[in-house]
């Protein structure tokens, strides 16, 4: 067995194997594993084991790390009780149908819990259409505030088909919105700013789709309905975790 020594002693190596030696080592492992391929799939679960394990060290980093960015940037567009005592963060594409299904879910906690503070973040991840709704959704939102804010989205969302920018303008059309402004600030720097740093935030927390929420110390992919999420602000109340288990 190959040994290093510390302080600069003599260092005892293995020889190397000959060819011959090789190839009789590759051949016993080839046989063994062909009789027991069950192998593979043990080393497969365990490879998949410490990739998440990882990811999920990564994005308790990153949720602790970017925390104040996460929850009180001013580019954060925030509905719900703006002073609530529990924070529930979502990620989204205008395109993204279970982002249209989980709508429902955010309003009906919205209205259910008065102490609850929802922070939107467009996450335009589904094409061209999408970043170009999101620009005008933001540039709309410059205009609005709290429920203005929310009944745009819910609005947006409810556009049938794809969602692109002329979705998108006629929505705030439709709600009287300064459409002059609304054109001048789909291009400025807070628009700009906002979705250079939600890009940013979800490449951090390693975010695999829309929608994706926040909530204490987890991330919660997919729409999993407003049940989940109601019992995890309850926990969030409780001990401070998404689950006090």
């Known amino acids: 067995m190959g040994m290093t020594s510390v302080g600069g002693m003599a260092q005892a190596q293995a020889p190397d194997f000959t060819p011959e030696q090789k190839k009789a080592i590759e051949s016993i492992v080839h046989s063994y594993i062909v009789a027991h391929p069950e192998v593979l799939q043990e080393?497969?679960?365990?490879?998949?084991?410490?990739?998440?394990?990882?990811?999920?060290?990564?994005?308790?980093?990153?949720?602790?790390?970017?925390?104040?960015?996460?929850?009180?940037?001013?580019?954060?567009?925030?509905?719900?009780?703006?002073?609530?005592?529990?924070?529930?963060?979502?990620?989204?594409?205008?395109?993204?149908?279970?982002?249209?299904?989980?709508?429902?879910?955010?309003?009906?906690?919205?209205?259910?819990?008065?102490?609850?503070?929802v922070v939107m973040r467009d996450f335009p991840v589904l094409g061209q259409e999408s970043l170009e709704a999101s620009r005008i959704a933001l540039a709309a939102k410059q205009q609005l505030s709290g429920q203005g804010a929310l009944d745009y989205h819910k609005r947006l969302m409810a556009v049938k088909g794809r969602v692109?920018?002329?979705?998108?303008?006629?929505?705030?059309?439709?709600?009287?919105?300064?459409?002059?402004?609304?054109?001048?600030?789909?291009?400025?720097?807070?628009?700009?700013?906002?979705?250079?740093?939600?890009?940013?935030?979800?490449?951090?927390?390693?975010?695999?789709?829309?929608?994706?929420?926040?909530?204490?110390?987890t991330i919660i992919p997919g729409a999993v309905g407003h049940d989940a999420m109601a019992e995890a602000i309850k926990s969030v109340r409780q001990c401070g975790k998404a689950s006090c288990g």
Do not use: H, W
């Not at 990882?54 to 009180?72: H, I, R, Y």
């Not at 009287?176 to 951090?204: F, H, I, Q, W, Y």
């Open 43 to 117: 080393a497969m679960a365990e490879l998949e084991k410490r990739q998440q394990t990882a990811q999920e060290a990564k994005q308790q980093q990153a949720l602790s790390t970017e925390k104040e960015t996460l929850l009180k940037s001013k580019n954060a567009v925030v509905v719900g009780n703006p002073d609530g005592d529990v924070t529930l963060v979502e990620f989204f594409d205008y395109n993204c149908g279970f982002c249209k299904r989980a709508v429902g879910d955010v309003s009906r906690l919205i209205k259910g819990d008065g102490k609850l503070r």
């Open 164 to 217: 692109g920018k002329e979705q998108a303008e006629a929505v705030a059309r439709e709600m009287g919105l300064d459409m002059t402004r609304l054109a001048k600030d789909a291009n400025s720097p807070a628009v700009v700013d906002a979705l250079k740093e939600s890009r940013e935030l979800g490449d951090k927390l390693g975010l695999t789709g829309t929608p994706s929420f926040v909530i204490g110390d």
